[in-house]
């Protein structure tokens, strides 16, 4: 559980999301029950609504792949309704539950699905999927378990993608730093203002394809000296 909640590892979020499937199902085959797994997350629509996916092996990841490809399936029948789904079959009243995700579903020997949701908050949408392959029902203490497993899985990625904005804010900050220690020092060199100093870096930026803050650095350490950045005529004549 402590691999799923930590924070700290460089895990991808994919890569988090198999590690809680594999250890999905090897709880119920831990007590008899022989199924395959996959968590999905489906990313706020902000960030483009993308999905992430882990499995616990092929046959998991061939159908998380169905539901990723917009196919209706429990998994997101699951985040759609709010309703998680406990030994449901892929039928009811002879009628498929979930055309196409169903044929091959059943194709692969799936017989029911069990879904437990994974509580994101801000940062999406997921969902474990269980898939059945035998008739055998999770039991209830295991299904706690398997909640407990969601719960620390989300927790570590709510932590990571705060750990990953508190990175790009600091990273921001430190190339706004750099961008006014810049302006100053090509403000001195040409006897211009601040503004004209930003002007100047920005336009070579642009005209070079490369990022503000990288011109910035190479001012203040001296890579960039020549015209633009140099001394102005002025200064060049006093010596100063």
Known sequence: MLRLSDASSAQSASQRLGVLARLVRDRLLAVGVSAEAAALVQAPRARGGGWDCGDSGPLAARLAREE???????????????????????????????????????????????????????????????????????????????????MACAQGLRHQEALRVCGQLEG???????????????????????????????????????????????????????????RSPLRRATGA
């Open 172 to 230: 921001a900050l430190q190339s706004r730093v750099l961008i006014e220690q810049a302006k100053g020092q090509v403000s001195e060199r040409r006897e211009c203002t601040p503004d004209a100093a930003f002007a100047l870096l920005r336009s070579y930026a642009r005209a070079h394809q490369v990022a503000l803050h990288e011109v910035a650095r190479w001012v203040l350490d001296g890579t960039l000296t020549a015209s633009p950045f140099d």
């Open 68 to 150: 990723g490809g917009r196919r209706p399936g429990p998994g997101r029948d699951t985040l759609r309704r709010g309703t998680p789904l406990t030994g449901v079959g892929l039928e009811s009243a002879g009628r498929v539950l979930w055309p196409g995700f169903g044929a091959a579903a059943s194709a692969v020997g799936v017989r029911a699905v069990t879904t437990v949701a994974l509580p994101l908050a801000d940062r999406g949408r997921g969902v474990v999927v269980v898939y059945h392959l035998d008739e055998r029902l999770v039991p209830e203490d295991c299904l706690t378990e398997v909640r407990f497993l969601a």
